[in-house]
């Protein structure tokens, strides 16, 4: 199977990024200009790591050469593909908040985001993960980040089954803010 990455979606992984090849970036550029790339790598969100892609376009056709480890269907007729390397292929932005001390579970606060409010955990250490998610609807590409599989935000879009696992997930979760890094 191939992906097919959209330029509108190619656009919306920049976020996943924190560099670009000149090549990528480039191409990119082509599509909007440096200013709204380079806002879009400023989000706050799991990065890709440099020495594991250089941008959007060639993550895409390095995991067109694999095979997904896990395939997990979606709502809405779209699919999560799960891809895991042997070696750090990003940083995470969502951290399960057992796992946090009681140290900094203090230092936790929420934020909205999205409509929503969610746990946010402020650090200065990366949190490194070897997990790529993509997601798709047929073959074309909604989204793909590095981290693990997260549920969306709790709406009112979704079914009140999906409602009440969101909403569990999103209590015991939360996004990671790498404070040096802003």
Known sequence: ???VLGEKNALYLCKHFSSLE???RMRLENLADSYDIS????EIGSKFLPAFCKGPFSLIAQLNT????EIIPQRENRVAYLFTFSESVGTDAI???DLLSED???RMVRRERGGFMVWMFSTDSLVYTQNVVLIAEEHNIITCFPGGMAPPLPSHNLSEEEFTK????WCEHAFI???KYD
């Open 1 to 3: 199977m191939k992906f």
């Open 66 to 69: 694999l095979t997904p480890q």
């Open 166 to 169: 969101s909403t569990k997930f």
């Open 177 to 179: 803010d790498y404070e």
């Open 39 to 42: 806002e879009r790598m400023m």
């Open 22 to 24: 000149k090549s990528e």
């Open 95 to 97: 951290i399960k908040i």
């Open 104 to 106: 900094q579970k203090k």
